[in-house]
């Protein structure tokens, strides 16, 4: 099946730094991808929805400056926390959708801000 | 607008036995699609089954399968012969046949799921 990565898988930083992960798909062009934030033991909450070539499109309650979504490439969205603090921390994963009826999942990226 | 919902937030089964895990859903749409995800401890995403709304026939996977009923707006998972790998949580979730921003998921809450030995 198809493949998104995720980079970094686990990231540590500083409490008003900006911290950027990306999201690739690896073997198929993805002109959407959603980025999911998870807290533990709870479900996906939809953050945004990343469109390539054209500005990302948030869910309500996001804030959209805080939450930076570039879709440079039919391969790749990078999602960007700005001035984290340490609320933000949380596990963020994103998700393209295929051609058909399936979307493939990222392994996720674990933000710790302290 | 569509919701998801599971009513179950934790279920356990022994080993080999069989468990349900229940979906109800609601939406106007007619043509839709239904997945199954399992999120197992590494918290990787992996699809389990999927149905489409057209099709009568239940989808089966290996030792999962799923009880689609529309009417009703029910969309349980049936997993037979549990192991412990399956241990984890199980997401219900909807989609709309549209494109573009609308293939968003539309998920429930989830049901964890421990195997006893």
């Known amino acids: 099946g198809a493949v998104v990565s995720q980079h970094p898988s686990w990231v540590i930083c500083k409490s008003g730094t900006s911290v950027k992960i990306e999201c690739r798909s690896l073997d198929f062009q993805a002109t959407t991808m959603f980025w999911y934030r998870q807290f533990p033991k709870q479900s996906l909450m939809l953050m945004a929805t990343?469109?390539?070539?054209?500005?990302?499109?948030?869910e309500q309650g996001v804030e959209k400056d805080k939450f930076l979504i570039n879709h440079a490439s039919l391969t790749l969205s990078t999602l960007t926390v700005t001035s984290a603090h340490p609320e933000d921390s949380s596990f963020y994963i994103c998700?393209?959708?295929?051609?058909?009826?399936?979307?493939?999942f990222g392994p996720g990226t674990r933000l710790t801000v302290t | 607008a569509q919701t998801v919902t599971q009513s179950q937030p934790e279920m356990s089964v022994q080993e080999a036995e069989t468990v349900t895990l229940s979906c109800t859903y609601d939406t106007s749409e007619s043509d839709y699609y239904l997945f199954w995800y399992k999120q197992p401890p590494s918290r990787q995403m992996i699809l389990v089954i999927r149905?489409?709304?057209?099709k009568q026939q239940n989808a089966t996977e290996n030792r999962f399968s799923v009880n689609f009923q529309k009417a009703a707006k029910s969309f349980s998972l049936k997993i037979s012969d549990s192991q412990l790998g399956d241990a984890a949580m199980y997401f219900c979730?909807?989609?709309?046949?549209?494109?573009?921003?609308?293939?968003?998921?539309?998920w429930g809450l989830g049901t964890s799921l421990a195997v006893n030995p």
């Open positions: 979730a909807y989609r709309s046949p549209r494109a573009g921003n609308n293939r968003k998921l539309i």
């Open positions: 149905q489409e709304a057209y």
């Open positions: 998700s393209a959708p295929s051609t058909g009826r399936e979307q493939y």
């Open positions: 990343s469109n390539e070539g054209s500005k990302a499109t948030y």
